[in-house]
């Protein structure tokens, strides 16, 4: 869905699956600043919303969700996973209970898939599903703002930040009120930073969770009875992720950032060397200059000095081998 925002002064859309929203507004880093700061907001209005209404709306989810919802708290935000029968990861939700409707955002244009899914697993349980996202935008606050919510918004209340449910046609007006926007691009900047992975970016068709330090935040691991728990349990139990997400300082002195998907390769083993992971996400961060995300061998030794394409790379870790 295209965001009215796009007719903002300096907008410049974004591409890929972001499109839809602004990149940025002409100043890549002066917007990262602002919401480091705590002030601005971002337009995600691209990305999906499920809402799941009824009794057993959480009694249920909590049989889906790889995270513990079953007592969740009205107003309490979390983030859940959808695994397939092997555990790897299908879907990623961002929800929150607002006492009679639980609200979730998930990837743009994922919300049918999920969806169907949700609905194939609904069987005698009182529980709707419905797709809010023609009547409803996602807006994120950084934390720190003064920003009135509207009443009775839905609000996903984060370390991060707010994430507001906010009635679609309202978008405007709010922008009009919340100060500066800020493009995705400043809004992912900020996500490679905190080491917060993202579905479709950080993962790929063989992604467990374990890989990408969602244990914990996104996966209870003292619940069972959803889909693909076996694998969660028996890695986390028994086993080692074969991946470990790693964060990677970029060399400053290269104009090109390397896409996702480059190969990443141990620098000692020169231009030839073996394929050992990829690059998941690059930015350009406003304070720690180029930095990325990348999926690489658990065996890699942590202090390895790494190769991103033809850019040297020094890795932090994020998830211990």
């Known amino acids: 869905m295209k965001s009215p925002l796009l007719a903002l002064p300096g907008a410049v859309p974004a591409e890929g699956v972001d499109e839809g929203v602004a990149a940025h507004y002409g100043d890549l880093f002066r917007e990262q600043r602002a919401l480091a700061e705590g002030t601005g907001f971002v337009d995600l209005s691209h990305r999906g919303v499920v809402a799941v209404t009824g009794d057993d709306r959480l009694s249920w989810l909590h049989l889906l969700l790889t995270q513990h919802v079953s007592d969740l708290p009205t107003g309490e935000a979390t983030e859940a996973l959808i695994l397939s029968a092997n555990g790897h990861i299908e879907h990623a939700l961002y929800l929150v209970d607002d006492g009679t409707t639980v609200w979730a955002h998930v990837e743009p244009g994922s919300q049918e898939a999920l969806i169907a899914y949700l609905e194939s697993m609904k069987f005698f349980y009182r529980v709707e599903v419905a797709d809010r996202t023609p009547d409803t935008a996602v807006v994120h606050v950084p934390a720190g703002s003064i920003t009135e919510v509207p009443e009775g918004v839905a609000v996903r209340e984060t370390p991060y930040g707010r994430d507001l449910f906010l009635p679609r046609d309202e978008l405007e007006a709010f922008a009009d009120r919340a100060g500066p926007p800020a493009g995705i691009l400043a809004h992912e900047a900020l996500r490679v930073e905190r080491h917060r992975p993202r579905l479709g970016f950080e993962t790929d068709h063989r992604t467990i969770p374990h890989e990408l330090g969602w244990i914990g935040t996104a996966v209870h691991l003292q619940k069972g009875c959803y889909r693909g728990q076996e694998t969660v349990a028996r890695v986390h139990n028994l086993g080692k992720p074969p991946r470990r ?77």
């Open 245 to 321: 997400l790693v964060f990677l300082h970029l060399d400053g002195s290269e104009v090109h950032l390397p896409p996702n998907g480059a190969e990443v390769r141990l620098a000692d083993d020169g231009p030839d060397g073996r394929k050992i992971g990829f690059v998941t996400t690059s930015v350009r961060h406003h304070e720690l200059g180029p930095v990325a995300l990348a999926l690489v061998k658990r065996n890699v030794p942590v202090d390895a000095r790494l190769m991103a394409e033809d850019t040297a790379a020094a890795q932090e870790t994020v998830v211990e081998p």
